[in-house]
């Protein structure tokens, strides 16, 4: 059988690496099937649901299907978010910003805490969806950092366990997890926020607005920064 990992980017093969093995993965937003096929073909789960919005992608999806004869394997077909999932599923999101997730989600949200795992790897703003995952009782298990195209991606697996759970800013930007695991690519990573905060502050300093809030984030950062 023709091998697909070949055909997965580093952030793709990073999102699959923190999937636990399963029965069924739910792959929300497929990014051409790649994803559950390679699960499949490592035996990390025995079948795939991959649903996006468009029509487009799920055509391609099938034809992948077919090259790499998964048909009886992976069911793919058009839907919006997570209303089709099982309860108890294992599900991944991955290539969407955090305000789209988060809509998912909440749409949703009573299958959302009765899955095993939610996989998701956030394009953008991921601060803010730790901190969703943590007001509405889940716990991150997991996270991880890879590099594609000089910029460090993020991805954590999740569940809910009904306990809200205790932040501070600076935790929704370099989590307790990647701290911890001493993560070789979180300083980096680190650097990265640090950067959008000086081009925010720039832009708050010539527009003559309040800065401060900004300001000690970065200082915060900063020494985190030094200690890693």
């Known amino acids: 059988m023709k091998e697909v ?3 997965l980017s580093n952030r793709m093969l990073m999102v699959a690496g923190i999937v636990k093995p399963c029965d069924v993965i739910f792959d929300i937003g497929t990014d051409h099937c790649y994803l559950p096929i390679y699960l499949i073909q490592k035996k990390i789960c025995n079948k795939a649901v991959a649903t996006d919005i468009r029509k487009g992608p799920i055509k391609i999806a099938k034809k992948n299907i077919c090259i790499f004869e998964m048909e009886e394997n992976i069911e793919a077909f058009v839907s919006e978010g997570i209303n089709h999932v099982d309860t108890d ?7 969407m910003g955090a305000d789209v997730i988060i809509s998912i989600l909440n749409n949703d949200l009573n299958i959302a805490k009765s899955a ?7 394009q953008s703003r991921t601060e803010r969806l730790r901190a969703f995952f943590w007001d509405n009782g ?4 997991d996270e991880v950092l890879t590099a594609e195209k000089n910029k460090v991606y993020n991805a954590f697996n999740a569940r809910y366990i009904g ?4 932040y ?3 935790d929704t930007i370099a989590s307790k997890l990647l701290v911890k695991n001493q993560n070789p690519m979180l300083s980096d990573y680190i650097a990265s926020y640090i950067q959008k905060l000086d081009d925010m502050i720039s832009g708050l300093d010539m527009g003559k607005k309040d800065y401060q809030n900004e ?3 970065k200082r915060q950062l ?6 890693i």
Do not use: P, R, W, Y
């Open 138 to 141: 889940f716990e991150i298990t």
């Open 5 to 7: 990992e070949s055909l």
């Open 215 to 217: 300001l000690e984030l």
């Open 222 to 227: 900063e020494a985190l920064h030094e200690n």
């Open 168 to 170: 501070t800013k600076i």
């Open 116 to 122: 095993s795992q939610i996989v998701i790897q956030c």
């Open 89 to 95: 599923a294992d599900i991944v999101i991955s290539g």
């Open 163 to 166: 306990k809200i759970q205790k």
